[in-house]
């Protein structure tokens, strides 16, 4: 038997160690890692820098309660600024910042109306869970946290009438990740943006698996040239250590004063250690370029393969977060299981769509490795599928 609830759905290999973008298993295989742990191993495994700011700070304390300063916190809100008028809450995880977001949208506007869209993904606590566009995370936790309202994703004119003087906040993800790894279109984002200052309404970006370098600029929206009022963050912030960050304008700083909200592990010493770090290396010109060149290569080859497949409908994404679109579920099985045992490990987006999330510090000569083995899967399921014929 085992001794853990079954809320989530296992594969039977446990990972045992990880090193630069390979990890290897209790049976001693290794896998190049095309998941980065759900997009959060940025900056890959058994990184000696971080390993070293993790352990320096670990051997002077590792929590101290929010109750005092914290100048490791002040640090790495600086940073995550960027430069612009923002201000940082720190807590241990994506939910946890969406959830600080919604609690401060509805503060700050005294409304409560939050327009969110279907396929959308913002996580599983209550709140959370409720701005998400998916009746199945839904199922069996009704009632949800009232007031939210789904409309369809890039299109303007259910948004136009959905929004109205009574809401308090649009939120959405510039590429829905767990929905299907489907950017934002470019005109649609700064036409939300504007329907949200004509309405009076606070615009939420969840940038909890685009940010941090991901989609090959610091955060995504820099791509949309929009300045949202409220973005979230989490795991690639802290490569592994759980932290989570929302960003605010500091216009908003008076409607989260003492009292409003807190979290007794938010912003502690380790995670502020890493976090920081991780900033650091990634928020580099030089940096950024490369993931945007890595990316492309990526693209390319993907391309290359779909071009002329049946079993490939499309290719999409920005950056080293890209989707493989199959033309059915059954489909997608099969080529997971397939780049698993040849040693390439993906993640399901959506119903139909691989999703390719490796390490932003992925070398090229591991990108065509990476496409040789899917390569050699398609190859395979295509004449799979024309033998059944």
């Known amino acids: 038997m085992s001794y853990l609830f079954p809320n989530y759905q296992r594969k039977a290999i446990e990972l045992l160690k990880g090193a630069g ?203 949309y040239q929009i300045e949202p009022d409220i973005f979230t963050l989490a795991k690639g912030l802290g490569n592994g250590i759980p932290v989570g960050a929302m960003v605010g304008k500091t216009e908003l700083a008076s409607f989260f004063g003492p009292g409003s909200h807190g979290s007794t592990f938010g912003g502690n010493k380790l995670a502020m250690s890493v976090a920081s770090k991780v900033i650091d290396r990634i928020n580099q010109p030089d940096f950024l370029e490369e993931v945007q060149a890595k990316g492309e290569a990526l693209l390319i080859g993907l391309n290359e393969i779909a071009k002329n497949n049946l079993l490939i409908e499309a290719v999409r994404g920005k950056g080293l977060m890209l989707g493989l679109v199959f033309s059915d579920q059954e489909v997608l099985k099969q080529a997971m299981e397939q780049l698993e045992a040849e040693g390439l490990l993906t993640l399901k987006a959506g119903q139909t769509v691989l999703r390719l999330l490796p390490p932003l510090t992925i070398t090229y000569e591991e990108i065509n490795q990476a496409l040789l083995i899917v390569e050699k899967v398609i190859d395979n399921l295509t004449a799979q599928k024309k033998d059944k014929n």
């Open 21 to 223: 973008n390979t990890l290897t298993d209790k049976e001693g295989k290794n896998y190049l890692d095309f998941t980065s742990g759900i997009g959060v191993m940025n900056l890959g495994y058994n990184d000696p820098e971080l390993n070293q700011a993790l352990s320096d700070q670990a051997n002077l304390i590792w929590h101290t309660p929010n109750l005092y300063e914290n100048h490791l916190q002040e640090i790495t809100a600086k940073k995550l600024a960027n430069g612009k008028e923002y201000i940082s809450y720190f807590c241990n995880s994506g939910a946890e910042a969406n959830e600080a977001a919604i609690k401060l949208a509805r503060k700050a506007t005294g409304k409560s109306k939050i327009i969110t869209f279907t396929n959308s993904f913002h996580g599983r606590t209550y709140g959370a869970m409720s701005a998400t566009g998916q009746a199945s995370i839904h199922t069996g936790f009704t009632p949800l946290v009232p007031d939210f309202i789904y409309v369809p994703f890039n299109q303007l004119t259910p948004l136009e009438s959905a929004i109205d003087h009574q809401t308090a906040a649009v939120m959405l993800e510039l590429i829905q990740g767990e929905g299907g790894v489907l950017p934002a279109d470019l005109i649609w984002i700064q036409s939300v943006q504007a329907l949200c200052q004509e309405y009076g309404a606070l615009l939420i970006i969840d940038e909890i698996q685009t940010g941090i370098g991901r989609t090959g600029t610091f955060y995504a929206y820099e791509q």
